[in-house]
C-alpha cells in the first residue's frame, strides 16, 4: 500500500482545527459564567426584607441592688419610660423582703424596624438582711424560660414560638465599695452558664477619673481571679473596615461599663440635653468624656444579633443538652409531663383538623346517600 503525500498533514490540520475550536468553546462559555447575572445575589436583600417584617425580639435583664438607678438607666437606653409610677418600699419592708420578677414588654419602632423589647427587673434582689438565697428566684426564671422554650420548639405547630429567654444581663455594681461583694461574686457564679453577663458600674458621677479606672481594673482582677465568665465581645473580621475595628477595640477596654442615667432635660448653650445638674456643673448622659453610657449603647445595639446568637447556640444548648439526659426525674414528675404533652398535642391535632375533618364527613355523608347506602 503506497501511502498519499500530505495525508498526515491533513490529519495534523484537521486535530489542530478541532483543538482550537474547543478551546474557544470553553473560553465561551467561562466567560459567559463570569460575566452571567443569575440572582441568588439579592438573597440578603430577600433576608432583609423578611426581618424587617417579621420584626425582632430581645429580652434583657437587669440586676443589683436598690438605688443604683436599674431603671433610670434603661428608659435612658431606649428613649422610654417603662417604669412611670413604681412604688419604692420603706426600709421596715425591706428586712424581710423576697426577690420579684417583673417583665415589661414594649414595641419600639425605629425607621420601619419594628423591636420587641421586654427589660426583667428584679427588685428585692439584696435589699433584705439575709441574702443568701435571694438569686434563686432569678435562676428559676431564667431556667422556666428555657423550659418554655424547649417545650415549644418540641411542639406540633413550630411557626410562632415567642422567644423570652434572657439574652443579656446587666448587671449593677456599686461604686461605694472597693471591687466586689460576696453577693457578687456568687451571683454571677451561678449565673455565668446560663445568661451573658455584662458588668455596669452604676452612677459613675460618684467617682473621679482615677477612682473609675482604679476600680475598673480591681473587678476585672476579681472577674478572673474568681473564674467569673462574663460576656466577651467577638473580634472584628479582617475583613471589615478600620472605624469598626477601632470601636471593637474601644467596646473592648471599657468593660465594665461606668454609666450615668437621667430622665431629665437639661438646656446647656442653647440645646437640650440629658443630664444631671449640679452645684459645680452639669453631667451629660451622651458625653463620653464623662461616663460610658453611649459605649455601652452601641454595645448592645450592634451585638444584639450576637447576644442572641450566644443565648442559642451556647447557653441554651447546654440547658438542653443537661434536661435530656437528666437522670434523676421523678416518676410522678414525668408521668405529669407526658400527660400534659399529650393533652396539648390531642388539642393541637383536633383544632388544626376541625375544619378539614367536618368537611370531609359532609362529603362522605352527600356520596353514602347518592349510593343508597
Not at 422556666?144 to 420548639?153: G, I, S, V
Not at 449640679?278 to 453610657?293: A, Q, T
Request: aromatic share 8%; with cysteine; charged share 25%.
Amino acid at each position: 500500500m503506497v501511502r498519499q503525500p500530505g495525508c498526515q498533514s491533513t490529519a495534523y490540520n484537521n486535530a489542530t482545527v478541532h483543538c482550537c475550536l474547543s478551546k474557544k468553546i470553553t473560553s465561551l462559555v467561562k466567560q459567559k459564567q463570569t460575566t452571567g447575572y443569575v440572582g441568588f445575589a439579592n438573597l440578603p436583600n430577600q433576608v432583609h426584607r423578611k426581618s424587617v417584617k417579621k420584626g425582632f425580639e430581645f429580652t434583657l435583664m437587669v440586676v443589683g441592688e436598690s438605688g443604683l438607678g436599674k431603671s433610670t438607666l434603661i428608659n435612658s437606653l431606649f428613649l422610654t419610660d417603662l417604669y412611670p409610677e413604681r412604688y419604692i418600699p420603706g426600709a421596715a419592708e425591706k428586712i424581710e423582703r423576697t426577690v420579684q420578677i417583673e417583665a415589661s414588654t414594649v414595641e419600639i419602632e425605629e425607621r420601619g424596624v419594628k423591636l420587641r423589647l421586654t427589660v426583667v427587673d428584679t427588685p428585692g434582689y439584696g435589699d433584705a438582711i439575709n441574702s443568701q438565697d435571694c438569686f434563686k428566684t432569678i435562676i428559676q426564671y431564667i431556667d422556666n424560660q428555657f423550659e418554655r422554650y424547649l417545650h415549644d420548639e418540641s411542639g406540633l405547630n413550630r411557626r410562632h414560638i415567642v422567644d423570652n429567654r434572657v439574652h443579656c444581663c446587666f448587671y449593677f455594681i456599686s461604686p461605694f465599695g472597693h471591687g466586689l461583694k460576696p453577693l457578687d461574686v456568687e451571683f454571677m457564679k451561678a449565673i455565668h452558664s446560663k445568661v451573658n453577663i455584662v458588668p455596669v458600674i452604676a452612677k459613675a458621677d460618684t467617682l473621679t477619673l482615677k477612682e473609675r479606672d482604679r476600680l475598673k481594673k480591681r473587678i476585672l482582677d476579681e472577674i478572673a481571679e474568681h473564674g467569673i465568665r462574663i460576656y466577651q465581645l467577638p473580634d472584628a473580621d479582617s475583613d471589615e473596615d478600620e472605624e469598626f475595628k477601632e470601636q471593637t477595640r474601644i467596646l473592648k477596654a471599657s468593660i465594665p461599663f461606668s454609666v450615668i442615667g437621667s430622665n431629665q432635660l437639661i438646656e446647656v448653650k442653647g440645646k437640650k440635653i440629658r443630664g444631671r445638674l449640679y452645684p459645680w456643673g452639669v453631667v451629660e448622659v451622651e458625653n463620653p468624656e464623662h461616663n460610658d453610657f453611649l459605649k455601652l449603647r452601641t454595645m448592645l445595639v450592634t451585638h444584639m444579633q450576637d447576644l442572641q446568637e450566644v443565648t442559642q447556640d451556647l447557653h441554651y444548648e447546654n440547658f438542653r443538652s443537661e434536661r435530656l439526659k437528666r437522670p434523676g426525674r421523678a416518676v410522678e414528675e414525668d408521668m405529669m409531663d407526658k400527660d400534659q404533652i399529650l393533652l396539648q398535642k390531642e388539642a393541637e391535632v383536633s383544632s388544626y383538623c376541625s375544619t378539614g375533618c367536618s368537611h370531609r364527613h359532609t362529603q362522605l355523608q352527600g356520596c353514602t346517600f347518592m349510593l343508597g347506602l
